[in-house]
Protein backbone atom coordinates (compact mmCIF):
# COMPACT_ATOMS: atom_id res chain seq x y z
CA UNK A 1 0.00 0.00 0.00
CA UNK A 2 0.91 3.90 -0.82
CA UNK A 3 1.79 5.92 2.23
CA UNK A 4 3.23 9.20 2.74
CA UNK A 5 4.46 10.29 6.24
CA UNK A 6 5.58 13.98 7.67
CA UNK A 7 7.24 13.45 10.33
CA UNK A 8 6.95 17.03 12.05
CA UNK A 9 3.25 18.35 12.57
CA UNK A 10 4.46 21.77 13.09
CA UNK A 11 8.06 23.65 11.89
CA UNK A 12 8.90 27.21 13.37
CA UNK A 13 11.79 29.13 11.80
CA UNK A 14 12.56 32.62 11.90
CA UNK A 15 12.42 35.02 8.96
CA UNK A 16 15.72 35.09 6.69
CA UNK A 17 16.73 31.21 7.42
CA UNK A 18 16.68 27.98 5.73
CA UNK A 19 13.47 25.92 5.87
CA UNK A 20 12.84 22.28 5.28
CA UNK A 21 9.82 20.41 5.34
CA UNK A 22 10.52 16.51 6.10
CA UNK A 23 8.68 14.04 3.89
CA UNK A 24 8.86 10.01 3.50
CA UNK A 25 6.93 7.92 0.94
CA UNK A 26 6.09 3.86 0.75
CA UNK A 27 4.91 2.88 -2.47
CA UNK A 28 5.96 -0.70 -4.27
CA UNK A 29 7.16 0.69 -7.50
CA UNK A 30 8.24 4.14 -8.83
CA UNK A 31 7.11 7.11 -7.00
CA UNK A 32 5.60 10.76 -8.81
CA UNK A 33 5.72 13.09 -6.00
CA UNK A 34 4.08 16.16 -4.87
CA UNK A 35 4.09 19.53 -2.36
CA UNK A 36 1.20 21.14 -2.06
CA UNK A 37 0.44 24.27 0.50
CA UNK A 38 -2.41 25.51 2.18
CA UNK A 39 -3.58 28.67 3.24
CA UNK A 40 -6.14 29.43 6.16
CA UNK A 41 -9.55 28.43 4.57
CA UNK A 42 -8.65 28.02 1.14
CA UNK A 43 -7.75 25.07 -0.97
CA UNK A 44 -4.87 23.29 -2.08
CA UNK A 45 -2.18 25.18 -4.08
CA UNK A 46 0.60 22.96 -6.50
CA UNK A 47 3.71 23.87 -5.66
CA UNK A 48 6.29 21.35 -6.97
CA UNK A 49 6.79 17.73 -8.43
CA UNK A 50 9.25 14.93 -8.88
CA UNK A 51 8.76 12.81 -12.22
CA UNK A 52 11.75 12.32 -13.61
CA UNK A 53 15.39 13.15 -14.09
CA UNK A 54 17.32 15.80 -11.93
CA UNK A 55 16.61 15.03 -8.02
CA UNK A 56 16.65 18.53 -6.77
CA UNK A 57 12.74 20.29 -8.34
CA UNK A 58 12.60 23.73 -8.20
CA UNK A 59 8.66 24.94 -7.62
CA UNK A 60 6.82 28.46 -7.22
CA UNK A 61 7.99 31.00 -4.68
CA UNK A 62 11.29 29.51 -4.34
CA UNK A 63 10.61 26.47 -3.01
CA UNK A 64 12.20 23.35 -4.18
CA UNK A 65 12.16 19.57 -3.07
CA UNK A 66 15.11 16.94 -3.53
CA UNK A 67 14.07 13.46 -4.37
CA UNK A 68 16.05 10.62 -2.35
CA UNK A 69 15.49 7.10 -3.08
CA UNK A 70 17.83 5.50 -0.85
CA UNK A 71 16.11 7.26 2.02
CA UNK A 72 12.42 7.56 0.22
CA UNK A 73 12.39 11.00 1.31
CA UNK A 74 11.17 14.36 -0.74
CA UNK A 75 11.90 16.92 1.80
CA UNK A 76 10.53 20.62 0.91
CA UNK A 77 13.56 23.52 1.52
CA UNK A 78 13.64 27.13 0.78
CA UNK A 79 16.90 28.80 1.35
CA UNK A 80 15.20 31.80 3.19
CA UNK A 81 11.73 31.70 4.51
CA UNK A 82 9.86 34.54 4.80
CA UNK A 83 6.64 35.10 6.76
CA UNK A 84 4.13 35.12 4.18
CA UNK A 85 5.58 31.57 3.55
CA UNK A 86 3.56 30.45 6.93
CA UNK A 87 1.08 28.18 5.95
CA UNK A 88 0.13 23.98 6.00
CA UNK A 89 1.99 22.02 3.84
CA UNK A 90 1.14 18.57 1.92
CA UNK A 91 3.53 15.82 0.69
CA UNK A 92 1.28 13.58 -1.68
CA UNK A 93 2.62 10.69 -3.95
CA UNK A 94 1.37 8.71 -6.77
CA UNK A 95 2.50 4.85 -7.95
CA UNK A 96 3.69 4.85 -11.44
CA UNK A 97 1.55 2.33 -12.81
CA UNK A 98 -1.36 3.97 -10.86
CA UNK A 99 -2.71 6.13 -13.61
CA UNK A 100 -6.29 7.56 -13.05
CA UNK A 101 -6.12 7.55 -9.32
CA UNK A 102 -6.01 10.31 -6.49
CA UNK A 103 -2.76 11.25 -5.00
CA UNK A 104 -2.43 9.44 -1.87
CA UNK A 105 -1.59 12.65 1.09
CA UNK A 106 0.60 12.73 4.19
CA UNK A 107 -1.24 14.57 7.16
CA UNK A 108 0.65 17.79 6.91
CA UNK A 109 2.68 20.10 8.47
CA UNK A 110 2.39 23.72 9.57
CA UNK A 111 4.91 25.71 8.79
CA UNK A 112 5.31 29.10 11.05
CA UNK A 113 7.69 31.52 10.35
CA UNK A 114 8.59 34.32 12.38
CA UNK A 115 9.87 37.98 12.32
CA UNK B 1 -5.26 28.58 -15.75
CA UNK B 2 -6.96 25.30 -14.36
CA UNK B 3 -10.47 26.48 -12.53
CA UNK B 4 -12.28 24.06 -10.29
CA UNK B 5 -15.19 25.54 -8.33
CA UNK B 6 -16.98 24.59 -5.26
CA UNK B 7 -20.79 25.53 -5.08
CA UNK B 8 -20.54 27.01 -1.68
CA UNK B 9 -17.27 27.99 0.70
CA UNK B 10 -19.45 28.21 3.89
CA UNK B 11 -22.87 26.01 4.57
CA UNK B 12 -24.71 24.93 7.33
CA UNK B 13 -27.02 21.92 7.33
CA UNK B 14 -29.28 20.56 10.58
CA UNK B 15 -28.98 16.73 11.36
CA UNK B 16 -30.77 14.40 8.65
CA UNK B 17 -30.66 16.68 5.99
CA UNK B 18 -29.79 15.73 2.29
CA UNK B 19 -27.07 18.18 1.49
CA UNK B 20 -25.22 18.67 -2.20
CA UNK B 21 -21.46 19.91 -2.89
CA UNK B 22 -21.10 20.46 -6.41
CA UNK B 23 -17.42 21.04 -8.15
CA UNK B 24 -16.87 22.19 -11.80
CA UNK B 25 -13.69 22.63 -13.78
CA UNK B 26 -13.45 24.08 -16.45
CA UNK B 27 -10.11 21.73 -18.20
CA UNK B 28 -11.89 18.95 -19.68
CA UNK B 29 -10.10 16.91 -16.77
CA UNK B 30 -11.01 13.09 -16.96
CA UNK B 31 -10.57 12.71 -13.40
CA UNK B 32 -12.55 14.24 -10.13
CA UNK B 33 -11.96 13.76 -6.92
CA UNK B 34 -13.67 14.39 -3.25
CA UNK B 35 -12.00 14.38 -0.18
CA UNK B 36 -12.89 15.50 3.25
CA UNK B 37 -10.01 16.92 5.61
CA UNK B 38 -10.18 17.45 9.20
CA UNK B 39 -7.04 18.49 11.76
CA UNK B 40 -4.61 16.02 12.37
CA UNK B 41 -5.69 13.42 9.77
CA UNK B 42 -4.88 15.14 6.32
CA UNK B 43 -7.30 14.68 3.41
CA UNK B 44 -9.47 11.08 3.07
CA UNK B 45 -10.58 10.35 0.05
CA UNK B 46 -13.60 9.83 -0.21
CA UNK B 47 -14.81 9.22 -3.93
CA UNK B 48 -13.58 9.53 -6.99
CA UNK B 49 -14.23 9.10 -10.84
CA UNK B 50 -12.89 8.50 -14.00
CA UNK B 51 -15.25 9.49 -16.53
CA UNK B 52 -18.83 10.66 -17.18
CA UNK B 53 -21.31 8.11 -14.82
CA UNK B 54 -18.05 6.08 -13.31
CA UNK B 55 -17.19 6.19 -9.84
CA UNK B 56 -14.77 4.55 -7.43
CA UNK B 57 -15.14 4.24 -3.28
CA UNK B 58 -11.96 5.98 -1.60
CA UNK B 59 -11.26 5.56 1.59
CA UNK B 60 -14.07 6.77 3.73
CA UNK B 61 -17.31 6.29 1.21
CA UNK B 62 -19.92 5.58 4.21
CA UNK B 63 -23.10 8.19 4.78
CA UNK B 64 -22.04 9.79 1.32
CA UNK B 65 -22.68 9.07 -2.24
CA UNK B 66 -21.65 10.75 -5.94
CA UNK B 67 -22.87 11.70 -9.28
CA UNK B 68 -21.37 12.46 -12.17
CA UNK B 69 -23.41 13.14 -15.05
CA UNK B 70 -21.58 15.45 -17.04
CA UNK B 71 -17.54 15.29 -17.76
CA UNK B 72 -17.04 19.09 -16.13
CA UNK B 73 -19.55 18.11 -12.84
CA UNK B 74 -18.69 16.03 -9.71
CA UNK B 75 -21.41 16.44 -7.06
CA UNK B 76 -20.91 14.79 -3.88
CA UNK B 77 -24.09 13.92 -1.64
CA UNK B 78 -24.73 13.46 2.11
CA UNK B 79 -28.03 11.53 2.41
CA UNK B 80 -28.97 12.47 5.78
CA UNK B 81 -26.10 14.61 7.52
CA UNK B 82 -25.07 13.98 10.55
CA UNK B 83 -22.76 16.19 12.89
CA UNK B 84 -19.77 14.03 12.26
CA UNK B 85 -19.41 14.78 8.51
CA UNK B 86 -18.69 18.70 9.35
CA UNK B 87 -15.84 19.28 7.81
CA UNK B 88 -13.92 20.76 5.20
CA UNK B 89 -14.53 19.02 1.94
CA UNK B 90 -12.45 19.51 -1.07
CA UNK B 91 -12.62 18.76 -4.61
CA UNK B 92 -10.42 18.35 -6.92
CA UNK B 93 -9.66 17.13 -10.96
CA UNK B 94 -6.88 16.00 -12.93
CA UNK B 95 -6.30 14.75 -16.44
CA UNK B 96 -5.83 10.68 -16.75
CA UNK B 97 -1.81 10.49 -16.54
CA UNK B 98 0.11 9.41 -13.73
CA UNK B 99 2.33 12.44 -13.98
CA UNK B 100 -0.57 14.81 -13.77
CA UNK B 101 -1.36 17.21 -11.17
CA UNK B 102 -4.84 17.57 -9.11
CA UNK B 103 -5.97 20.85 -8.98
CA UNK B 104 -7.99 21.97 -6.06
CA UNK B 105 -11.20 23.64 -5.42
CA UNK B 106 -11.30 26.76 -2.48
CA UNK B 107 -13.34 24.02 -0.38
CA UNK B 108 -16.53 24.17 1.39
CA UNK B 109 -16.89 23.99 4.56
CA UNK B 110 -19.56 22.25 6.09
CA UNK B 111 -21.47 23.05 9.38
CA UNK B 112 -23.92 20.07 10.26
CA UNK B 113 -25.96 20.87 13.75
Known amino acids: AQSVAQPEDQVNVAEGNPLTVKCTYSVSGNPYLFWYVQYPNRGLQFLLK??????LVKGSYGFEAEFNKSQTSFHLKKPSALVSDSALYFC?????????????FGKGTTLSVSS | DVKVTQSSRYLVKRTGEKVFLECVQDMDHENMFWYRQDPGLGLRLIYFSYDVKMKEKGDIPEGYSVSREKKERFSLILESASTNQTSMYLC????????????FGPGTRLTVL
Open chain 1, 92 to 104: AVRDRGQAGTALI
Open chain 1, 50 to 55: YITGDN
Open chain 2, 92 to 103: ASNRWGATDTQY
